[in-house]
């Protein structure tokens, strides 16, 4: 009778216990399946990013970011936040970085010293000046990163949180256009940022820059949207390939990488670096495969945007 009224009282504990938040304090947070550097990358996490810990361990916390993904991460990439300041944090005005890469800077100079680098997708506050207006001066805004400290970023690279995720349109030219920034990076395993992608890394960075959230990993992506033949007579620009080894009477299907479809055959991905390659055998962009399946993700309004996202805003 003891032991059950303490597994009970354990049980109600954990329901009434507060949940955990951090925002993301790294332009880039690697994200390890174990808590060891030794240990295998899972994922990327970019500044400003709402994270839910869930695990600790010496220097290292458990995170899932809104993907959702959960692995482990250093705590000096983190900056912890009570319910209060997560919602404060959501409702605050916020810029995020448009350009590929970008620098934010001690002073309003090119000359000053760098803070911290800054890549597309990361996300900071806006500095507010004696009138609350964003701070500026000549040619830069300056900006409070997730742990409070200030730094000057140039104007050109930056928009206004809302007014960019208002503006993102989520067509196929929108995801095709973002998805050609990463040409030419390298292939890094757990990679979903302009500093390296794996295959669905592309895929989820090219929707991410387009306003909508796909899961991580490529068999989770490959089981949202709509399912479509995988062949030039039915495929759309904006649709992803999936490729591995199809169903058979004796084995389950297994899909192992994936790739975004441009249209006329043609498609990007990301294999050993992200480049462009041909579904035709004959041709001399043929990489040597072709897809087992296809999904459509643009026309399924039940895939996350991030306006409607509680982790990017206030709902």
């Not at 994270?51 to 959960?70: C, H, L, M, T």
């Not at 349109?169 to 995801?175: F, H, L, M, R």
């Not at 909508?212 to 995988?230: E, F, Y």
């Amino acid at each position: 009778m003891i032991c059950l009224l303490a597994g009970l009282l354990a049980c109600l504990s954990g329901f009434s216990q507060e949940k955990r938040w951090a925002v993301v304090e790294l332009s880039v947070n690697n994200m390890r399946e174990q808590p060891d550097y030794a240990a295998e990358m899972g994922d990327q996490s970019l500044m400003g990013t709402l994270v839910e810990i869930v695990g600790e361990d010496s220097y290292w916390r458990q995170i899932v970011n809104p993907k959702p993904y959960k692995a482990w991460v250093n705590a000096m990439g983190l900056v912890p936040m009570s319910e209060a300041e997560k919602d404060a944090y959501l409702q605050a005005p916020k810029y995020i970085c448009t350009a590929d890469y970008a620098k934010i800077l001690s002073e309003p100079s090119e000359k000053s010293m760098g803070v911290c680098d800054f890549i597309a997708g990361d996300i900071v506050r806006k500095a507010l000046d004696g009138k609350g207006r964003p701070a500026t001066c000549r040619k830069f805004v300056k900006v409070v990163l997730p742990s409070g400290r200030v730094g000057w970023v140039k104007k050109e690279a930056v928009e206004d949180l809302r007014d960019w995720t208002s503006t993102r349109s989520a067509t196929a030219g929108e995801v095709l256009q973002n998805a050609y920034r990463f040409l030419g990076v390298p292939y890094l395993w757990g990679g979903t940022s302009i500093k390296g992608v794996d295959c669905s890394g592309l895929a989820w960075s090219a929707y991410f820059l387009s306003g909508v959230l796909l899961p991580r990993n490529t068999s989770q992506q490959a089981r949202v949207g709509q399912d479509i033949v995988p062949d030039t007579e039915h495929l759309m620009p904006g649709d992803l390939l999936f490729f591995g080894r199809a169903a058979t009477e004796e084995q389950s299907e297994r899909v192992t990488h994936v790739g975004i479809y441009i249209g006329d055959g043609m498609y990007i991905h990301s294999s050993q670096l992200v480049r462009i390659n041909s579904l035709d055998p004959a041709s001399k962009d043929y990489a040597g495969r072709g897809p087992i399946r296809a999904r459509r993700i643009l026309t399924d309004a039940s895939i996350p945007r991030i306006g409607t996202s509680p982790y990017y805003f206030k709902q």
